[in-house]
């Protein structure tokens, strides 16, 4: 047979592994982007595909749309579509570039007055949208958008004028933070762990990790969830665990946590994955696809954080 120069086809990973499994579901039930993605992170595959599906989703105005998000539906660019595509483009090494300047300029367009983000803006009206995510005509500026957004760019190198006052408002936030829910935690964790100063960042996560464990925010025992609150407007048994805030070992979030408690957290990760092959997702369900094609981008998360910490996906 002639060689026709294209590259192998990946290998697929042992049968009746955690990764095995998962990738029946992905193949199963996974928008193309997620697809790639799994391709890019388990079986060898390239950035270019996943780039070449990223493109779907990104609009004229250099900003992200199409239900990228799925919590979000229509074709506008949000924020929040927009968070989503740099965490994509970081995790193939993409993130810089022509690209991301356009994604920059998007930002600007759609800050608020104090330069930072709004969780959803006004041009969602009249597309679906989950009820958590409400539409309003003037929406303040959202930690839990912005902070993600300005770590990656910080954690990239990229440079843009965008970043000066969105990283203002990120300190500000982050260390006037005296009660809190598991995502704006997250949010800001995604924030320290990339901001260029680090003494700072070192010091503002010491204290977001004692507000933590005051507030009971981690799920740190599996075994007695009761003994843990869900954050007001959270879906029954919605409860985030250590590894949900320490997505890897070099996150400042993992010094919150003793081995003990992470190990029982990380167990429980892995014990979550479902007969079909995919992992669960905890937030409410509002509408059958939304639910639906979040499932592999948790499944993908899951086995990306297992294997961070050691643990045998396959």
């Not at 193309?32 to 390239?46: D, K, N, P, S, T």
Request: hydrophobic letters at 40%; a negative charge.
């Amino acid at each position: 047979m002639a060689d026709t120069g294209a590259s192998p086809l990946p290998s697929a990973p042992p049968a009746r592994s955690p990764l095995f499994s998962a990738e029946q579901f992905v193949w199963l039930t996974a928008r193309v982007l997620e697809q790639r993605l799994f391709a890019y992170h388990f079986l060898r595959g390239a950035p270019d595909a996943v780039e070449a599906a990223l493109d779907a989703y990104r609009n004229p105005d250099g900003g992200y749309g199409h239900a990228l998000e799925p919590d979000l539906r229509g074709p506008v660019s949000q924020p929040l579509h927009t968070a989503h595509a740099l965490r994509v483009l970081d995790a193939v090494g993409r993130c810089g570039g022509q690209r991301v300047e356009r994604v920059c300029r998007y930002l600007t367009s759609v800050s608020t007055a104090d330069g930072a983000l709004p969780a959803v803006h006004p041009s969602q009206r009249g597309y679906p949208a989950a009820p958590f995510v409400p539409v309003v005509d003037d929406p303040p500026s959202d930690l839990l958008t912005t902070a993600p957004v300005v770590g990656l760019l910080h954690r990239n190198e990229v440079w843009h004028a965008w970043l000066f006052r969105a990283t203002d408002f990120c300190w500000q936030a982050v260390e006037n933070l005296e009660k809190s829910h598991p995502y704006e935690v997250q949010a800001a964790v995604a924030f320290l762990d990339c901001v260029p100063d680090r003494p700072r960042a070192q010091a503002a996560a010491d204290r977001l990790g004692r507000l933590v464990r005051e507030q009971r925010l981690a799920a740190l025992d599996p075994d007695r969830l009761d003994a843990y609150p869900v954050a007001p407007g959270y879906a029954p048994g919605e409860h985030h665990f250590p590894h949900d805030f320490a997505r890897s070992p070099a996150s400042l979030a993992r010094a919150w946590f003793t081995d003990e408690e992470m190990v029982r957290s990380l167990d429980h990760l892995a014990a979550e994955q479902r007969a079909d092959g995919g992992w669960p997702v905890r937030r409410r369900h509002w509408a059958p696809v939304p639910a639906l094609e979040a499932r592999p981008m948790v499944t993908i998360e899951a086995l990306c954080t297992l294997r961070a910490y050691g643990r045998f996906v396959g």
